[in-house]
């Protein structure tokens, strides 16, 4: 099966520091790398998204980077907020199936 | 939450009951799917659906069937459920054609004793 992982289970950061999160991946045929944000107790929510011929996207505070030379992907959280505090996940869209990261838990220390 | 609710939001059963959970979308989005998430293994695929009556499996189907008779509706049944299958379950919808975009319902907590 495929397999996306990452590199750290938690993360924590001080409130209005930069967050990166990082995620490696397997598969070379993903069309779409995903970013998702869970808080507690509800469901994972769309952050950002690259397609696989991008190296970088920019969103509203967030930047996410793709390396396919080393099948490696990041989210970059710029100035911190408590209400980042979170599991994110990376996911690879294969076009019908997603297959998801087992989460980095983000604590955004005040 | 994108027009997605799933029921029941909690449910308790034994081991070798028949147990089935719906998702009901208001988006008339092609695409659902459904997924377990469980502690060190993130969100794995169940089943999804591209279409009425259309299915096909994902990489935890054992144990698990669904069925898509309608485009609001896909339902996610454990014919015979086991301790195994005491997971968080979610179900998710995916925009047009071109929107890789999930949409994520609440998640339904399911606990098999």
């Known amino acids: 099966g495929e397999s996306v992982g990452l590199h750290l289970p938690t993360l924590s950061v001080q409130e209005g520091d930069n967050s990166i999160i990082n995620c490696a991946y397997s598969n070379s045929a993903s069309d779409y790398f995903i970013w998702y944000k869970q808080e507690s107790g509800k469901g994972p929510q769309f952050i950002i998204d690259i397609r696989s011929n991008m190296d970088k996207r920019q969103g509203q505070r967030v930047t996410v980077l793709l390396n396919k030379t080393v099948k490696h992907l990041s989210l970059q959280i710029a100035a911190t907020q408590p209400g980042d505090s979170a599991v994110y996940f990376c996911a690879e869209?294969?076009?019908?199936?997603?297959?998801?990261?087992?989460?980095?838990?983000?604590?955004v220390i005040p | 939450d994108a027009?997605?609710?799933q029921s029941p939001r909690h449910k308790v059963t034994?081991?070798?009951t028949p147990?089935?959970?719906?998702?009901?979308?208001?988006e008339n989005h092609r695409y659902m799917y459904w997924y377990r998430q469980d502690p060190g293994h993130g969100l794995r695929l169940i089943h999804y659906s591209y279409g009425v009556k259309d299915?096909?499996?994902?990489?935890?189907?054992?144990?698990?069937?669904?069925?898509?008779?309608?485009?609001?509706?896909?339902?996610?049944?454990?014919?015979?459920?086991?301790?195994?299958?005491?997971?968080?379950?979610?179900?998710?919808?995916?925009?047009?054609?071109?929107?890789n975009?999930?949409?994520?319902?609440?998640?339904?907590?399911?606990?098999?004793?």
């Open chain 2, 19 to 26: 147990v089935t959970l719906r998702c009901h979308q208001t």
């Open chain 1, 93 to 107: 869209d294969t076009g019908n199936q997603f297959y998801f990261g087992t989460g980095t838990s983000l604590t």
């Open chain 2, 101 to 113: 975009e999930q949409f994520f319902g609440p998640g339904t907590r399911l606990t098999v004793l």
């Open chain 2, 55 to 99: 299915t096909d499996k994902g990489e935890v189907s054992d144990g698990y069937s669904v069925s898509r008779s309608k485009t609001e509706d896909f339902l996610l049944t454990l014919e015979s459920a086991t301790s195994s299958q005491t997971s968080v379950y979610f179900c998710a919808i995916k925009g047009p054609s071109g929107d």
């Open chain 2, 14 to 16: 034994e081991t070798g």
């Open chain 2, 3 to 5: 027009g997605i609710t």
